[in-house]
T-cell receptor
């Protein structure tokens, strides 16, 4: 079955330090992978995506993610964390059905990032 | 563009009542979906649509109905509300299957 796993419920990092939020996936075929961020009482906002091409994807607000096919991972990274990065982060994969006319998105359970001043 | 809009923002229901959560987008997106967000569960897909007249079930469809008579609107109907349906509901849309999803601001539903 298709799935997305975010193994950490919460990640704490000091401001200015690099951060990593982990995501692994299990889908059939080539995955389309996404990261979204959710601030309190708001909807989800798109950060970045991997469709094909370069395994290192750069996105909004200085975030980047690395696609690793052999490890089926798509970890989110940022070289220097800011307090304002504190939020809930979701990894998602778009699963293409056997009939390419159907597709749906599967989300992980989310990781709460706390950046400490 | 207003993007993805959802109404109401907050609703309280009694067990057994029915209601419709509205979702609309003005971006001519073909793909629309409904999710519920519960603590520790992430977002779970309820129903989705790949175009007007085409809908399909997601992970947790029981107790919910959808229809897609126009490209713009994708209402979610709760047939007989239950306390287990207390959640935050998000509607999302994307232009094509390769595009990212845009999310609405959410509807917070409390079923007593």
């Amino acid at each position: 079955a298709q799935s997305v796993a975010q193994p950490e419920d919460q990640v704490n990092v000091a401001e200015g330090n690099p951060l990593t939020v982990k995501c692994t996936y299990s889908v059939s075929g080539n995955p389309y992978l996404f990261w979204y961020v959710q601030y309190p009482n708001r909807g989800l906002q798109f950060l970045l995506k991997y469709i094909t091409g370069d395994n290192l994807v750069k996105g909004s607000y200085g975030f980047e993610a690395e696609f690793n096919k052999s490890q089926t991972s798509f970890h989110l990274k940022k070289p220097s964390a800011l307090v304002s990065d504190s939020a809930l982060y979701f990894c998602a994969v778009r699963d293409i059905g056997l009939d390419s006319g159907t597709y749906k998105y599967i989300f992980g359970t989310g990781t709460r990032l706390k950046v400490l001043a | 563009n207003a993007g993805v809009t959802q109404t109401p923002k907050f609703q309280v229901l009694k067990t057994g009542q029915s209601m419709t959560l509205q979702c609309a987008q003005d971006m001519n997106h073909e793909y629309m979906s409904w999710y519920r967000q519960d603590p520790g569960m992430g977002l779970r897909l309820i129903h989705y649509s790949v175009g007007a007249g085409i809908t399909d079930q997601g992970e947790v469809p029981n107790g919910y109905n959808v229809s897609r008579s126009t490209t713009e609107d994708f209402p979610l109907r709760l047939l007989s509300a239950a306390p287990s349906q207390t959640s935050v509901y998000f509607c999302a849309s994307s232009r094509t299957r390769q595009e990212t999803q845009y999310f609405g601001p959410g509807t917070r539903l409390l079923v007593l």
